[in-house]
């Protein structure tokens, strides 16, 4: 039989990487789309990189863009996918409020593309698609847990063009009987999650801190609260959406949340660090309590934590906790990561990449130490 093809967009993001990883491990034969970027953009997939000039690859990446329709339409012409996932967004909550437009652009009508172009194309009964959606489409809380029936309040641009991409996909799947399905994604993560995201960028900062490489943490909303999964588990997720018999939407989640700030906790803790609390809102601080581990010498009393409003947003998602009941009666998934073990497998990549930072600074070369 011959190998299925997949079109990945968006294959350099956190998703991308872990969802080639596992198609290739299928026997699928794999295309991306990267944008060009005057450095290299292909970090988190260069170790499924193949020499261009060798004949039979199983993993081809496209020069293209979100907002380019000639582009993808002439791809997928010449890739002709048996699957399109459609991973590719300007994905920054609080930056969409910074270029609104673009998020639009990208998030939103870059969906419309990507199913126009199967369309225009004839492909619709061939090829099956797979849009990213998210939590943010809840915005403002409704109802908790959130389900594939809670009304969608969107509050922010990012979360309104989303909700233009699954209403585009569901009205083509309508109109046009084209196997195209949204996964209602909550916040996932792991070690390759992009550094400004909450959670990467605590567990580099608390590895940081602990190396002596950094002072303070400066975070806007503690009180958020998130439902966090790990990717690994989310992208074997996106591959059995477009294995069904029939085209569905998704809620994909672990069930439970928590808050920013016992996140932060929790990642201290990791290492043994114990944190107090002091403050509320714009005016609240962490120090050490306890340190237990001797690797590591934060004398008890160091401020390690600051709040800094900059990072408040004009309109926040205060609550997030997800229902995958139908994910899990009707295809049998369910999350096998909890948060201690994200938050471990997180901490313990960043204290290694980290510890390579400190020996680059012992070294007298720079290394970069602030993240928006
Ligand atoms: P990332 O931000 O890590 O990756 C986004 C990808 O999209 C990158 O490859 C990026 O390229 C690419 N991209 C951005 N803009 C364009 C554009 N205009 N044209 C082409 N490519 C573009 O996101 P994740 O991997 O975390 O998320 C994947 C998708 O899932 C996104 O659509 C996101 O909105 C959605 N989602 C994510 C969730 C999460 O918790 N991670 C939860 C729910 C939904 P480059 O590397 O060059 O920047
Ligand atoms: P989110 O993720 O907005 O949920 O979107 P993010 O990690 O950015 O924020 C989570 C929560 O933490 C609060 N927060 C901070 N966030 C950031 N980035 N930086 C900070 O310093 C900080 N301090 C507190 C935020 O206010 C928020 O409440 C992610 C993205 O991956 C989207 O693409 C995806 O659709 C959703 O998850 C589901």
């Not at 292909?42 to 496209?62: E, G, S």
């Not at 096998?336 to 680059?360: A, F, G, N, R, V």
Request: net charge neutral; aromatic share 10%; glycine share 6%.
């Amino acid at each position: 039989m011959k190998d299925k093809v997949a079109f990945i967009t968006g294959v350099t993001g956190q998703d991308g990487a872990y969802l080639s990883e596992l198609l290739l491990k299928k026997g699928y034969v794999v295309h991306g789309l990267k944008r060009r970027s005057s450095l290299l953009n292909t970090d988190r997939v260069d170790h499924l990189y193949q020499d261009p000039h060798i004949q039979h690859r199983n993993f081809i990446l496209h020069y293209g863009d979100m907002t380019d329709s000639t582009n993808l339409i002439r791809l997928i012409q010449s890739i002709q996918p048996d699957e399109i996932y459609n991973l590719a967004a300007m994905s920054h909550v609080q930056v969409s409020f910074e270029v609104p437009e673009y998020t639009a652009n990208a998030d939103g009508i870059g969906t419309l593309r990507i199913l126009d172009a199967v369309r225009l194309l004839g492909m619709e009964k061939k090829t099956r698609i797979y849009q990213a959606s998210t939590s943010e489409l809840y915005g403002k809380v409704q109802e908790v847990p959130q389900s594939e029936t809670t009304p969608f309040y969107p509050r922010s641009p990012y979360a309104v063009a989303k909700m233009y991409a699954y209403w585009i996909t569901v009205n083509y799947r309508e109109a046009y009987g084209m196997f195209a399905c949204n996964g209602i994604l909550f916040n996932h993560e792991s070690p390759i999650r992009g550094e400004t995201f909450v959670t990467r960028k605590i567990t580099r900062a608390v590895s940081r801190i602990a190396l002596g490489l950094q002072d303070i943490l400066y975070l806007g909303n503690l009180d958020a609260q998130r439902d966090w999964g790990h990717a690994k588990d989310y992208v074997k997720m996106m591959w059995m959406i477009l294995q069904t018999d029939e085209p569905e939407d998704w809620v994909i989640a672990t069930g439970k949340t928590t808050a920013v700030r016992d996140f932060v906790r929790m990642a201290f803790a990791e290492i043994d660090i114990e944190l107090e609390f002091k403050g509320k809102g714009e005016t609240e601080k962490a120090f050490v309590k306890e340190c237990r581990n001797p690797e590591y010498q934060l004398p008890i009393g160091k401020q390690v934590l600051q709040v800094d409003p900059k990072y408040f947003r004009p309109t926040e998602v205060d609550l997030l906790i997800g229902d995958p009941t139908k994910a899990k009666t009707k295809l049998g998934w369910e999350a096998t990561y909890d948060l201690p073990m994200l938050i471990k497998e997180m901490m313990e990549s960043d204290l290694k990449l980290m510890k390579k930072d400190q020996y680059l600074k012992k070294g007298g070369f720079t290394t970069l130490n602030y993240y928006e």
